[in-house]
């Protein structure tokens, strides 16, 4: 994630940002004060499992990465997908995820860890495996928890740290019982405490601020994991990980686990040609992947089909592993400033685009579930979702023209456009860069705290998964009489301008995907008279000088998803504040609207202990968030993992942690 100033943000998280197709950031929670229990349509993890004995013992796995990672150093701002990779390998982590994204104690390093203690201060006593220690020998100890509490409380600035959250609310760590015994007190509650500690660094590395800040930025001294860090290769582009001769669990059964630096316009071939073992991969590879795979039809004679003597012969031996990544896409609607500040005009955004047919269109042609995600803060699948999208309404192109006509903008008559068979408006959107001013006011409270639906046969109505308005359907869902596609409505006029919003688009390899979603919902847009004009931007400036300077109107990126809701999702949706220098304090909402009411419900969430009432709280959150239409979920993010077919217990893990030291080759 690109480094914000600290007047720009308070806190910083621990999971990077991740723009089109690419690495980005984080989301959480589900509905209001119904059952949790099913969570949802689970997709399973896709790992080509296989018991211990069923894998053999050695060899090296060679795992793509989009860069090697410039810190080990988990908690700092630059740290990325590969540091949490390098980390899950060779640190403690406390609590892993399984597949449904629920917190578990993790055994080869806890016997137990329990709230022993609720008033008049919640007490977290932890019992460590003795067995556990860093590689010089030394056991995991109380000294170890008191230097990260330090480190990350956010007291001290000479540490650079990512984020304080949780650990702010610590008060004191201490010894326990005995050496392997741990006991934290907390000055306020923390619902989501099994989140701390995760990954445990040694003293070494956390004790002092040089340490913290340098000390593990391109290797780890110490470690306690089924890996260690063995070497970096900078001109190879290789980080290597070696079996740790220290680990008391069962042993890993790689000899080593080498990550490598990658683009992923150069993964296929890498694959092909034996370099790669395991690499995320965009949906042209897999296809090309699956193509390869096929079985040809015979043809008539001794010769073998053409079709098959075609395909990249390589390519055969690799699989295609799939299923929703922990992340979700969205539509952000910047509210700061311009026609977006009015939330009738950002709910009449919401009810113009079809969720369902943008989330088919992603995930239909990969065989994957097209349900739209109905929730800003849980995953499908993860316990505790719940669809809250009836808050906003369903696709309604005649409800969206009265929401902006309620708005104040008007129908310019005689300035009716029509969509081109390409799909272009023939004025609404241009391309090109636009620069756009900087983040203003927050919204009224007043506007902000609406969250009743708008009509409840509204979100019942439905679209032709194949999204009607784009195959010759107007604005009043019925027929073009001309056949076209989508015949634009009238351009809407208020004060003299024309409604036109900005949509920042990423353009790099692996981005189609999600250009073909910025154009669908600007053809819905077009349909109900919203104009669009679409900026183009580059990986390295989309995030940095659009979405967290503010500068744009829409936007599409994602969040990676977390255990951990009521915690971690509080500043992608807090409301914003006003700094001392007359700037906007955002923390992560970079759509700039929020309520005090949504910032109170994660505050009780945060702090209540009762699994169910910190659920019920977080989605009357999600419900609020919803109604004030700043962020649009749309789907869940596909997870696209190629694989030689001889690698067992990696590939596309969903909500799941991994588990390193099964990973390895199917034993011959």
């Not at 220690?133 to 030394?138: A, D, H, L």
Request: net charge neutral; proline share 7%.
């Amino acid at each position: 994630m690109a480094p914000l100033t600290p007047t720009r943000s308070r806190t910083r998280r621990r999971a990077a940002l991740l723009a089109a197709g690419l690495l980005l950031p984080l989301p959480l929670l589900g509905g209001c004060g119904a059952d949790h229990d099913d969570g949802g349509r689970i997709t399973p993890q896709d790992i080509g499992a296989a018991a211990r004995p069923r894998v053999a013992d050695g060899g090296t796995l060679t795992w793509a990465v989009d860069a090697l990672p410039s810190t080990l150093n988990a908690f700092q701002t630059d740290a990325d997908s590969a540091t949490q990779r390098v980390a899950g390998a060779v640190l403690p982590a406390l609590f892993t995820s399984d597949g449904r994204g629920r917190p578990q104690r993790n055994p080869d390093y806890l016997r137990s860890a329990e709230v022993v203690q609720r008033e008049p201060h919640q007490v977290v006593v932890y019992k460590l495996n003795p067995k556990a220690v860093w590689s010089n020998g030394k056991p995991l100890s109380a000294a170890d928890f008191e230097a990260q509490w330090k480190a990350l409380r956010g007291k001290d600035s000479a540490y650079w740290a990512a984020h304080n959250t949780g650990y702010d609310r610590i008060d004191h760590v201490e010894r326990g019982a005995d050496e392997h015994e741990v006991k934290v007190t907390f000055a306020r509650g923390c619902a989501d405490w099994p989140a701390l500690f995760t990954p445990l660094y040694p003293k070494a590395v956390t004790g002092s601020a040089d340490d913290f800040n340098d000390g593990a930025r391109g290797d780890l001294k110490l470690s306690a994991g089924p890996f260690r860090v063995a070497d970096r290769d900078e001109k190879q582009g290789t980080l290597t990980l070696a079996r740790s001769p220290k680990w008391w669990g069962e042993p890993a059964k790689l000899d080593q686990l080498v990550l490598r630096a990658l683009p992923r316009t150069e993964r296929a071939a890498a694959l092909a040609a034996g370099k790669l073992d395991l690499a995320d991969v965009g949906a042209a590879d897999a296809g090309r992947i699956a193509t390869a795979n096929k079985p040809a039809k015979q043809d008539k004679g001794d010769k073998p089909p053409a079709a098959a003597a075609a395909r990249p012969a390589a390519l055969r031996g690799i699989v295609v592993r799939k299923s929703l990544e922990p992340a979700y896409t969205q539509l952000a609607l910047n509210g700061a400033s311009g026609p977006l500040a009015d939330e009738r005009v950002r709910r009449a955004v919401a009810r113009a685009i079809d969720r369902r047919a943008i989330a088919k269109s992603v995930l239909g042609p990969l065989g994957l579930p097209v349900e739209p995600l109905g929730s800003h803060l849980f995953l499908s699948g993860q316990e505790g979702y719940e669809d809250n999208s009836d808050a906003i309404g369903g696709p309604d192109p005649k409800a969206a023209q009265a929401l902006l006509a309620e708005a104040g903008w008007k129908r310019a008559e005689g300035d009716g456009r029509k969509t081109t068979a390409d799909g272009r408006a023939g004025t609404g959107r241009t391309l090109g860069l636009r620069p756009g001013p900087a983040a203003g006011p927050v919204p009224s409270d007043e506007a902000a705290e609406a969250e009743e639906a708008i009509d409840a046969a509204d979100a019942e109505t439905e679209y032709a998964a194949d999204d009607s308005l784009d195959d010759g359907t107007g604005p009043d869902g019925k027929p073009a009489a001309d056949g076209s596609r989508a015949a634009a409505a009238p351009v809407r006029m208020k004060n003299g301008k024309k409604l036109t919003l900005r949509f920042v688009v990423p353009v790099s390899a692996g981005t189609d995907s999600l250009r073909s979603v910025a154009d669908r919902i600007a053809r819905r847009l077009d349909a109900v008279g919203i104009g669009t004009e679409v900026t183009k931007v580059g990986d390295a400036g989309f995030f940095k000088d659009h979405v967290a300077a503010g500068s744009y109107d829409l936007a599409l990126y994602s969040w990676p998803a977390t255990p951990y809701p009521a915690t971690d999702a509080r500043p992608l949706y807090a409301k914003p504040q006003p700094a001392a220098d007359g700037s906007l304090v955002v923390e992560q909402n970079y759509t700039r609207v929020g309520t005090d009411r949504i910032d109170q419900l994660f505050d009780q969430a945060s702090t209540e202990l009762d699994t169910e009432a910190s659920r019920d709280l977080a989605s009357r959150a999600d419900a609020r968030i919803w109604s004030l239409a700043g962020s649009i979920p749309l789907y869940q993010r596909p997870q696209l993992v190629a694989a030689r077919k001889t690698v067992v217990n990696a590939g596309a893990f969903g909500l799941a942690t991994p588990r390193y030291q099964d990973i390895g080759f199917r034993r011959k």
